[in-house]
Nanobody
Framework: QVQLVESGGGLVQAGGSLRLSCASS????????MGWFRQAPGKERELVAA???????FYADSVEGRFTISRDNAKNTVDLQMNSLKTEDTAVYYC?????????????????WGQGTQVTVSS
């Protein structure tokens, strides 16, 4: 069983930055694709960014150019640097791990989930 623990959420003003981090207990972390999803109240969970085992990245159109996903296989961590935050970025952010190495944009292809961390962007 893989445990994922997110950290780094909080309250920030529009235009500001936050960095989310996710620590994985998985023994095969380097072979797993990782993703960051978010869910705002009343909305479906959506993929924000993902990174394959080989470091190939994917970003949702809404965050392209503002967010950066990265991984450190030595530390079993995946981070999400969020810059130029907007009020519409407010959501609970979840870290997810796939058993596969390739990026998937579908939540059902991710097998393990963190508990989520709240990000609130004020105007």
């Amino acid at each position: 069983q893989v445990q994922l623990v997110e950290s780094g959420g909080g309250l920030v003003q529009a235009g500001g930055s936050l960095r989310l981090s996710c620590a994985s207990s998985g023994r095969t972390f380097s072979r797993n694709a990782m993703g960051w999803f978010r869910q705002a109240p009343g909305k479906e969970r959506e993929l924000v960014a993902a990174i394959s085992s080989g470091g190939i990245t994917f970003y949702a159109d809404s965050v392209e150019g503002r967010f950066t996903i990265s991984r450190d296989n030595a530390k079993n961590t995946v981070d999400l640097q969020m810059n130029s935050l907007k009020t519409e970025d407010t959501a609970v952010y979840y870290c997810a791990a796939s058993k596969w190495g390739s990026v998937s944009t579908t939540s059902r292809n991710y097998d393990y989930w963190g508990q989520g961390t709240q990000v609130t962007v004020s105007s």
